[in-house]
């Protein structure tokens, strides 16, 4: 009885205590023309959130150092991504428009999507994660 007790507590235990497996998910950036200021790349996982400034799951800004940056997001867990980011030249934190509320400095989305006349949606600019993932995605000027 006592090894019955031993061995249920054992179970439980390594289910609860079980790590969910984690990934890394590596995007490539092509297509960057110049070095000045940084490249801001931003990660969701939530849908209702894409692509409001302030709300990402992970974000980094990256100086270019040649015409392709290479990052790594590690340590996710499986589940949908989207990625958006913009070339920040002059360094102010913010992708800046025209007056149309077009951007003015480079950008792009996961799955490559070209926007027409607003911001894609989180499916378009999404990948599932169930294994590590390399994503290559080209600048738009």
């Known amino acids: 009885m006592k090894l019955f007790f031993t061995?249920?507590?054992s179970s439980i235990s390594m289910l609860?205590?079980?790590?969910?497996?984690e990934y890394t998910l590596t995007v490539k950036i092509t297509s960057i023309e110049n070095q000045r200021g940084v490249i801001e790349i931003a990660l969701?996982?939530?849908?209702?959130?894409?692509?409001?400034i302030g709300q990402t799951y992970k974000i980094v800004r990256v100086k270019p150092q040649g015409n392709t940056i290479i990052h790594e997001f590690k340590n996710l867990t499986e589940g949908k991504y989207a990625v958006c980011l913009f070339h920040d030249e002059n360094n102010n934190k913010t992708?800046?428009?025209?007056?149309f509320g077009i951007p003015t400095e480079a950008y792009a989305f996961l799955n490559n999507i070209r926007p027409k006349f607003s911001a894609p949606s989180f499916e378009e600019c999404s990948t599932k994660l169930d294994k590590h993932k390399t994503v290559t995605i080209k600048m738009v000027y």
Do not use: G, S
């Open 95 to 99: 992708c800046d428009r025209n007056f």
């Open 44 to 52: 969701y996982n939530d849908p209702n959130k894409f692509p409001k």
């Open 16 to 21: 609860f205590f079980a790590q969910k497996e």
């Open 7 to 9: 061995l249920l507590f």
